[in-house]
């Protein structure tokens, strides 16, 4: 088939990473047979430096042209300080609205060769795979009222958490469907006994359950669920949350998997009549500008985003699973980059990947 694919490479080891991962789609789609279309286009820091602005027109365009759009990371330390339209990270809160992708997926699996990286022990790893899904449109990152108002004394912040019954519906379905072709089990986290928009997620998802009665649902508490995913992380399979909770602790899934650089993300949105889904792939990790350039980079978070791609963009179950499967193998014989106390170079890993599928 034909594979329309935006590759945004961003900012910092993005590039570096990226690339990458481009090179095992190329890779995928010889040895099947597919027909890959690849355009590059400009966001975050990276199109602040060459158009003024972190999300161009022709970025937007070039989005909604693909079937499947590739990110790397965003952000440099040169914007921390400018207006927020003018940080890198507005080119993602907008290409996120303008593919209209309201469910983050963000796999955590404990994988054997790389039990030692955790900071926890072996046997709290044990069985551990999981999705974090996080709606990504709502909530207290694009509510308003916001912005500072006042001054002096009274100069005065403002954010507003807000979610409809509709946000909560779409995202607790997406969560269940997952679930039922994994463990059957969704937890819901929430912070019902403070906050009211908390109350009607919890509500919310209570009525959809019903839906799906082959699926388990249990409740929990964000504060309480920060500290079970690493006292109990095995007890979780499709883990739910709003916005800003999944936000925070998907990045605890770093510490299951030894490393940041080993998480990958699908951003997905509307379902397409051949039942492919749109959707934005990146790794979690950040652009990390104090080792770019260098080609040390795990760039396995990235190619694991691939896989995510074939899977969910196009269907292709079969390549994304020997994707999945070189990934394990390339850790299993040791070729991993510094963050996984190896010495392999980002290039190498990319490789050593490619000659894993075959």
Same mark, same amino acid.
């Given at each position: ?14 590039t570096e ?26 966001l ?5 430096? /060459? ?43 907008g ?52 912005g ?13 958490m ?51 009665p082959?699926? /388990? ?31 925070i ?29 749109v ?33 969910y ?26 963050d ?10 990319? /490789?050593?990947?490619?000659e894993?599928?075959?």
């Open positions: 088939m034909q594979l329309k694919v935006l590759a945004l490479p961003g900012d910092g080891i993005g990473v990226t690339a990458e991962g481009l090179r095992v789609l190329r890779h995928v789609a010889a040895k099947y047979g597919h027909e890959l279309v690849l355009t590059e286009g400009l975050g820091g990276i199109a602040i430096h /060459k158009t003024g602005t972190p999300y161009p027109a022709e970025t937007e365009k070039l989005a909604l042209e693909a079937d499947a759009t590739v990110m790397g990371a965003f952000g440099l330390p040169e914007f921390d300080n400018a207006p927020p339209d003018k940080r890198p990270e507005k080119g993602l809160l290409i996120r609205k303008t593919l209209g992708v309201y469910a983050n997926l963000r796999p955590v699996r404990a994988y054997e060769a790389l039990l030692d990286s955790s900071p926890l022990k072996n046997h709290l790893l044990a069985g551990v795979d999981m999705i974090i899904v996080r709606e990504l449109t709502g909530g207290l990152y694009y509510g308003t009222p916001r500072i108002t006042g001054e002096g004394e009274e100069e005065r912040g403002t954010n507003t807000t979610y409809t019954r509709g946000e909560i519906k779409r995202i607790t379905r997406m969560a269940f469907n997952l679930a039922g072709k994994r463990k059957k089990k969704v937890t819901s986290v929430d912070k019902s006994n403070v906050l009211e928009t908390s109350q009607l997620w919890r509500k919310v998802v209570v009525e959809v359950a019903p839906e799906f082959a699926v /388990k649902l249990e409740h929990m508490l964000v504060d309480n669920c920060a500290m079970q995913l690493v006292l109990k992380p095995a007890q979780f399979d499709i883990v739910l949350m709003e916005n800003m909770f999944g936000d602790l998907s990045d605890e899934g770093s510490v299951i998997a030894g490393s940041i650089g080993m998480l990958p993300s699908a951003s997905i949105g509307a379902q397409r009549a051949s039942g492919a889904w959707g934005l792939y990146e790794p979690v990790h950040g652009s990390a500008p104090d080792i770019a350039g260098q080609g040390i980079a795990n760039p396995l978070g990235a190619i694991g985003s691939i896989a995510a791609m074939l899977e963009s196009f269907g292709l179950v079969e390549e994304a699973a020997a994707v999945n499967a070189a990934m394990e193998a390339v850790l299993n014989a040791g070729v991993t980059t510094r996984l106390k190896g010495n392999a170079t980002t290039e190498q890993v990319g /490789k050593a990947v490619c894993a599928i075959g």
